[in-house]
């Protein structure tokens, strides 16, 4: 990703109640656009002295988007969160900062991990405007991408403010429709406003509205699509059909059934990369993982095995899927906690988790 022009974004850090810090953005849009609804924790000001020089947005090409996701551990971040409906915009910012410290390199913040649902389309903006800084200070090998859609109305609302902060690629949310046509349909009209805005689609189709085949074939003789994350385990070896019909060359194919379900994925040709939770806390185990599978060497060891318990204490509740990795940051020493709604991970599954990791020699 390059950078031209220069134009200045702020930033201010404002104590919230409770004396926690935030990071908020004082560019004269984005206030315009978020005061009314941040005024009880933070007076935002026009920039003077506290601000950044950064520089003009360059749309990242399909190429480098594609090469960016492909044969790498695609991050699904938590959403950190201060209070219920609040966003704790600082521990987000570090979480993200501790990922791209230890070798992850591309990440979709605020997609079902991330509590999409629950983020306002000011949070989104809010937390994605706070987490491309992060990235551009990390250089330009991150490729930024968030989670995005439900509605065309949402993805026009939001879509030219997160392409101006720096994301590259979008994780399209399933629309709920379960009729093929609708769904593309739905793709048919999100995708333009995308990529109006120098943003790359990535499709997610997920096993609650099944997406056949032949229509994510369609979507690829319309539009470039730089990947795929594919999430329906009972059509894997569909998936594995059509990639090989499409090619590697032209897509990268993601396991977004978390890491353990990479082995079988990569075994039938269908993926190269995968998407991990994992990843959040313990960098190294996922990213290790995929290079073995790569490389030829991958094996069942135990923090495979380890990774595997970890992912079935996950679906135990819909829940748990963001709360169990919230843990595994707090006993690493990141922010963790709540989601949004205040759910918390019950006593007993934090103590599973931890002594499965404790056990593994993960701490």
């Known amino acids: 990703m390059t950078w031209t022009q220069p134009v200045l974004l702020g930033f201010d850090i404002c104590q919230d109640e409770g004396g926690a810090s935030g990071f908020h953005e004082l560019t004269t849009q984005v206030a315009h656009r978020h005061g009314s609804s941040r005024s009880d924790r933070c007076n935002l000001r026009a920039p003077s002295s506290h601000f950044l020089l950064q520089k003009e947005r ?43 410290e230890h070798g992850v390199t591309t990440g979709v913040f605020a997609g079902g991990v991330g509590e999409h649902d629950r983020l306002t389309p000011d949070q989104q903006i809010e937390l994605l405007t706070a987490i491309g800084q992060v990235a551009r200070e990390a250089g330009s090998a991150i490729c930024l991408g968030t989670g995005l859609g439900r509605t065309l109305e949402r993805v026009k609302e939001v879509t030219p403010a997160l392409a101006e902060v720096g994301v590259s690629w979008a994780m399209l949310m399933p629309s709920g429709a379960d009729d093929p046509e609708e769904q593309f349909d739905y793709f048919n009209q999100v995708i333009p406003v995308l990529r109006d805005h120098g943003v790359w689609p990535v499709l997610y189709p997920r096993p609650e509205q099944p997406m056949p085949v032949a229509i994510i074939e369609r979507l690829f003789d319309a539009y470039q699509i730089p990947a795929v994350k594919l999430a329906n385990n009972g059509m894997l070896l569909n998936y594995a059909e059509m990639v090989e019909r499409l090619g590697h060359d032209r897509s990268a194919w993601l396991c977004g059934t978390a890491g353990w379900w990479m082995p079988a994925y990569h075994g039938v040709g269908a993926a190269r990369g995968m998407s991990s939770g994992i990843v959040d806390a313990f960098p190294d185990k996922p990213l290790a993982l995929l290079k073995r599978i790569l490389d030829g060497s991958f094996v069942p060891d135990a923090d495979y095995w380890t990774m595997v318990r970890i992912e079935q204490i996950r679906q135990r509740e819909k829940s748990y899927i963001a709360l169990v990795i919230k843990h595994l940051q707090s006993l690493v020493g990141l922010k ?4 949004g709604d205040g759910a918390e991970l019950p006593d007993a599954e934090k103590a599973e988790v931890e002594k499965l990791v404790r056990d593994a020699g993960w701490l």
């Open 58 to 100: 360059v749309p990242m090409d399909f190429d480098s988007t594609r090469q960016g996701l492909s044969e790498h551990v695609v991050a699904v971040p938590t959403t950190i969160w201060q209070a219920v409906g609040q966003l704790d915009i600082a521990a987000n910012v570090s979480n993200a900062q501790f990922l791209f």
């Open 336 to 339: 963790g906690g709540m989601n």
